[in-house]
């Protein structure tokens, strides 16, 4: 167990609603990641913060934004949900030879 | 484009039905090659990391070995229990991980 949950874990929103997920680690790691999982595409990274307030875009980050300011938090912002943001998101953090190790996951439904 | 590519996407065995997964990655540097598992609705759990060409790590029934271009997955007498989602994840040129879409592995009793 790495010590990482999520919050919530489920939410179901509306289009052009502002939405914010928890991650929270007790392990006082450095980099930490959010990853969403879509059917057909796999996991793909959003944002990563490779320490308090320093972060950095991934792969599919247009819409979202991050902020880190304790160690042990790492929040992902919806600024204005939209259907296509429906997915489940998964926090990381990295092990000390770059394994991951990830959350329980957030279901988030857009309608 | 960096890319993982993983096969087959989906693979029925009978319950001591050997057999492998493959992960294909194109990133030229190796920086860390790695395997998950991930069962319905929880979060990837991680399982191997290998670094280098002919190294090979084991862990009960699964053993991952590492070519220049692929790794594989071996299962040897597969139980219900190890059906999941194996996914494979390689270091690209930016150093981010990226993740190949999986092997969906469904073990028959």
């Known amino acids: 167990d790495a010590g990482i949950t999520q919050s919530p874990r489920h939410k179901v929103t509306e289009t052009g609603t502002p939405v914010t997920l928890r991650c929270h680690q007790t392990?006082?790691?450095?980099?930490m990641y959010w990853y969403r999982q879509d059917p057909g595409h796999g996991l793909r990274l959003i944002h990563y913060?490779?320490?308090?307030?320093?972060?950095d875009k991934g792969e599919v980050s247009d819409g979202y934004s991050v902020s880190r300011s304790k160690t042990e938090d790492f929040l992902l912002t919806l600024e204005s949900a939209t259907s296509s943001q429906t997915s489940v998101y998964f926090c990381?953090?990295?092990?000390?030879?770059?394994?991951?190790?990830f959350g329980p996951g957030t279901r988030l439904t857009v309608l | 484009e960096d890319q993982v590519t993983q096969s087959p996407e989906a693979l029925r065995l009978q319950e001591g039905e050997s057999s492998s997964l493959n992960c294909s990655y194109t990133?030229?540097?190796?920086?860390?090659l790695f395997w998950y598992r991930q069962d319905p609705g929880k979060g990837p759990e991680f399982l191997f990391t290998?670094?280098?060409a002919g190294e090979e790590k084991e862990k009960e029934r699964l053993k991952a070995t590492l070519t220049k271009k692929e790794s594989f997955l071996h299962i040897t007498a597969p139980k219900p229990e190890d059906s999941a989602t194996y996914l494979c994840?390689?270091?690209?040129?930016?150093?981010?991980?990226?993740f190949g879409k999986g092997t969906r592995l469904h073990i028959l009793p």
């Open positions: 990381a953090i990295s092990g000390a030879d770059n394994e991951q190790f």
């Open positions: 392990e006082n790691h450095r980099y």
């Open positions: 913060s490779y320490g308090v307030k320093d972060t």
């Open positions: 990133v030229s540097g190796l920086r860390g």
């Open positions: 290998l670094y280098s």
């Open positions: 994840a390689d270091t690209n040129r930016d150093d981010k991980i990226i």
